[in-house]
């Protein structure tokens, strides 16, 4: 049962589309069963000659960055930057990270902390009254939040199935915003439908990375940007005009890295289809 389990989270990847028939808790309203994929949505696909990923890393990644008018969210997201911890964890990870960069300087906000960062045993070393962990939101915590269980438990996302033995393993992006709402953020979802232009998302998107304190989570088919792998989630970290280019800092640095993928491609790879709906992108903010 066991390796059932975890292959169906390696089949699902991270943010996969759940099996047919599973069910999702979600914001706002959403459909209650799947439906045809948006007339936009072209498939999987290698990217064209001219949508070649580009690594952040590279000469060319790196001059993009530094001329980029449009990378506020990038410092603080970077400074938070962790790796996902298993193949299942990309709207996790990229929710703490999110979090912690709303929230790892404000002392008004009570933050969780994590035992499991300090071994045990070696506790009666330290001097008395003092805790080494850190307060700050974490991979290891984040399914011990009534928040997040709210909307889905652990055993659910780790592809346990329900009493009717229906499966909605990972976590869809509509599941992910309302997790961030119950944590007291300001969350917009939008889905990359039809009725959502390219232009509306690329502006969106945009003016989010120009502006502090706000960032965004996208949601996305990774076959489309010619990757191996499924529907992912990471955050934007940047947005360069001359190239018409966003930078995804991908949370799963193992055998990946973070890149700079042309608008029009990423935006093709948000029109994708998951369990119930497109995948798209959330615009998170702290109204706090």
């Not at 000469?59 to 530094?66: C, P, Q």
Request: charged letters at 20%.
């Amino acid at each position: 049962m066991r390796r059932v389990l975890l292959s169906v989270l390696l089949l699902v990847s991270c943010g996969g589309a759940a099996p047919a028939g599973s069910t999702s808790s979600v914001q706002g309203t959403a459909p209650s069963k799947q439906s045809a994929p948006s007339g936009s949505e072209l498939g999987a696909r290698s990217p064209k000659a001219g949508d070649e990923l580009v690594a952040f890393a590279s000469a060319e990644g790196i001059a993009r960055l530094s001329r980029s008018a449009y990378k506020v969210d990038f410092f603080t997201l970077a400074n938070h930057f962790e790796s996902q911890q298993n193949l299942g964890m990309c709207g996790p990870t990229t929710s703490v990270i999110v979090l912690n960069a709303l929230r790892a300087t404000r002392d008004d906000i009570v933050k969780p902390r994590d035992p499991r960062l300090f071994p045990q045993e070696f506790a009666g070393n330290l001097p008395e009254g003092l805790d080494p962990v850190f307060p700050r939101y974490t991979q290891g915590v984040f399914f011990d939040d009534e928040r997040v269980t709210q909307v889905k438990s652990k055993a659910t996302f780790a592809g346990q199935a329900d009493a009717e033995g229906a499966r909605d393993p990972g976590i869809q992006l509509r599941q992910l915003g309302r997790m961030l709402t119950n944590f007291g953020l300001h969350v917009e979802l939008r889905i990359a439908e039809d009725s959502l232009t390219n232009e509306t998302i690329r502006q969106e998107m945009r003016d989010n990375l120009a502006s502090p304190n706000d960032y965004v989570v996208i949601n996305y088919q990774r076959k489309v940007l010619g990757q191996t792998g499924s529907g992912h989630i990471s955050p934007l970290g940047a947005y360069d005009e001359a190239s018409d280019s966003f930078l995804i800092l991908d949370v799963n640095p193992n055998g990946k890295t973070w890149v700079w993928v042309k608008s029009s491609t990423l935006i093709e790879a948000m029109r994708t289809m998951d369990s119930v709906e497109n995948r798209g992108y959330l615009l998170v903010s702290d109204p706090s």
